[in-house]
């Protein structure tokens, strides 16, 4: 059976997995919604989404020099303890999301973050693309989604598959170690420079 990317939608905003598990679970589970979410709970990767609406107002403010200091990344990841905050494991975590955003250069957090003004900007551009490419008009849209899903990929910090393991996302090693930790964990804010870029918006 094809999982499609609603498929894969719903179950991810039912549980809060990431993509790449809510994929996977879906086919484990062949398409059954009720099973692939059974799956996520037997692997503890749904139980993150209870953890989400908690507070998390700890954490650490990090900062990452990268090729001969040509790049710098000022990060902050948030948590609910400042007994977690201290461990070398958050300090490990929010180190390699800061090599993270040095490395591929995300411009935001996650897909909500994205103004409307720029998926309108981006999904012209593709659909002018496609008509370009003499692509039948029946299939445009479906064309303009699946182009704007692999911008979200790109531009969006939570939805780049991670540097060390890309077959994880960088929200699927946040949630796993929501899972270990017991603790909500959010990436707060960051700011990446690289020498020489334009100061201009």
Do not use: W
Request: glycine share 4%.
């Amino acid at each position: 059976m094809d999982i499609t990317v609603d498929m894969i939608k719903e179950l991810r905003e039912a549980t809060a997995a990431g993509i790449l598990n809510c994929r996977k679970a879906l086919e484990a589970a062949e398409g059954d919604f009720d099973k692939a979410v059974d799956y996520l709970r037997e692997k503890g990767l749904a139980k993150v989404a209870k953890r989400m609406d908690r507070e998390a107002n700890e954490g650490i403010v990090d900062s990452y020099i990268h090729g001969e200091n040509r790049i710098g990344v000022l990060l902050e990841v948030n948590c609910e303890t400042d007994f977690v905050a201290r461990t070398p494991e958050f300090r490990a975590l929010v180190h390699d999301i800061a090599m993270q955003i040095a490395a591929l250069a995300p411009k935001y957090i996650s897909r909500e973050d994205v103004p409307e003004s720029v998926i309108q900007r981006e999904s012209d551009l593709y659909r002018a693309q496609a008509r370009e490419e003499g692509k039948p008009e029946n299939i445009l849209d479906r064309i303009v989604e699946g182009k704007i899903e692999k911008f979200y990929q790109q531009s969006c910090l939570l939805e780049q598959p991670f540097i060390r393991d890309d077959s994880v996302t960088v929200d699927a090693l946040l949630k796993e170690q929501m899972t270990k930790t017991g603790e909500n964990m959010m990436v707060r804010r960051f700011a990446r420079y690289e020498l020489g870029e334009s100061l201009a918006a």
